[in-house]
């Protein structure tokens, strides 16, 4: 019984986290990646990822709910329940486990479970968001229908190197905005015929049992062009012919290959430019409201020191009180100069010609900031 129970707590701590991590990590285009393993190959890749959870969860436990617990103190519980028959025998920490901290127990059970499926959710969105998989192969989901389909295998290195050496304009699609996949698809009709069909790819399912290959795939707008033999066209006045209804779907059994085309979606290119000059606006508002709070903070700074030049008096604040009751005037003057050359670095600049703030700072201009910001902070520490 107590071999069950340590069991069912491995299970429960380590593997079914892991589980819902690769669950909510694998999502979408690449939910098959979750199915398509051994057991083994499941256990192993949940065990492994069931543990890092086990570390964020055991800190999320202290820092945020003040639990006193350590990895080395779940492992041993779990041990002692896996190896103990008696409870006499079990480690002093196990017993007052099972006799007061249950409950937690299952409380924390729930924790690592939302720790589990943040994580893996935001990790997808990461990795989807900064096209980590994209530039870096490690983080590539095994699906390379969704990067062929989706025309982000333009931009894998061998590929863009491949197109920078061939004879392709550069000026043919612009691969950092979004595009409509169009594909022309040459299907077996039968051992006598085959169709070239051309239409827009919408979407395409996977093979339960191998997901490097397509169950089927779906084209809107679509045009046909009949062959008698492959390559021979049947009549001479066989044009491309459309196929009235919304979508056409091609079981991947009986196709024979592929070509694609990528043409820019100006729909949503729009949003996208409209969503940028919203986030732009935005910006602005953000960025005023820093550079006034930082010219408010200026002028407060300099009359408090003004003032307390005239009359002594104490706000509360221990270092400020400190500052300005021991620091002698050449101190706090050049204190002042670093102070406000510290919040002009962070500060965003206005240009009035196009009435618009932003953050542009060249190298010679970063070291130059950065080399007066030490100059006064060391003038400070030597006058004050």
């Known amino acids: 019984m107590s071999i069950t129970l340590g069991s069912l707590i491995l299970f429960v701590l380590i593997i079914f986290p892991g589980i819902v991590f690769r669950r909510l990590y694998f999502t979408g285009e690449f939910s098959k990646q979750f199915d398509h393993s051994t057991i083994w190959k499941l256990l192993y890749n949940s065990i492994v990822a069931g543990i890092i959870i086990q570390f964020l969860s055991i800190l999320t436990a202290n820092y945020i709910f003040k639990y006193h617990l350590s990895f080395d103190k779940i492992f041993s519980i779990i041990h002692d329940l896996s190896n103990s028959k008696q409870s006499a025998k079990m480690n002093p920490v196990t017993n007052q486990f099972l006799r007061e901290n249950f409950n937690e127990f299952i409380a924390y059970f729930f924790l690592v479970l939302l720790v589990a499926g943040l994580s893996g959710y935001i990790l997808n969105q990461i990795v989807r968001f900064f096209d980590l998989d994209v530039k870096i192969k490690l983080f590539r989901y095994r699906n390379q229908w969704y990067y062929v389909f989706s025309g982000k295998i333009l931009r894998f290195k061998k ?226």
């Open 159 to 384: 590929f863009k190197e491949a197109i920078s050496t061939t004879n392709a304009s550069e000026d043919d699609i612009d691969i950092t905005k979004p595009i409509l996949t169009v594909g022309n698809i040459l299907v077996r009709l039968n051992e006598q015929q085959t169709c070239l069909y051309t239409g827009f790819i919408v979407d395409y399912d996977l093979k339960p049992n191998n997901i490097s290959e397509l169950q089927r795939i779906y084209l809107a707008e679509i045009s046909k062009k009949s062959f008698r033999k492959p390559g021979e066209i049947s009549d001479s006045k066989n044009y491309p012919r459309n196929i009235p209804g919304k979508f056409f779907v091609i079981p991947g059994k009986d196709i024979i290959n592929y070509n694609i085309n990528y043409i820019p979606s100006l729909v949503q290119i729009a949003k996208i430019e409209r969503r940028k000059e919203i986030l732009s606006k935005i910006k602005q508002i953000v960025w005023g409201i820093i550079d006034l709070i930082s010219i408010i903070i200026i002028f407060l700074f300099i009359g408090i020191e003004i003032i307390y030049a005239f009359k002594s008096f104490t706000l509360g604040v221990n270092w400020l009180d400190t500052y300005l009751s021991s620091t002698r005037f050449w101190g706090k003057l050049f204190f002042t100069f670093g102070f406000i050359q510290f919040l002009i670095l962070i500060s965003p600049k206005y240009d009035e010609k196009i009435n618009k703030y932003y953050y542009s700072y060249s190298w010679k201009e970063l070291l130059r900031s950065i080399s007066v910001l030490i100059i006064f902070s060391g003038l400070y520490w030597l006058l004050r």
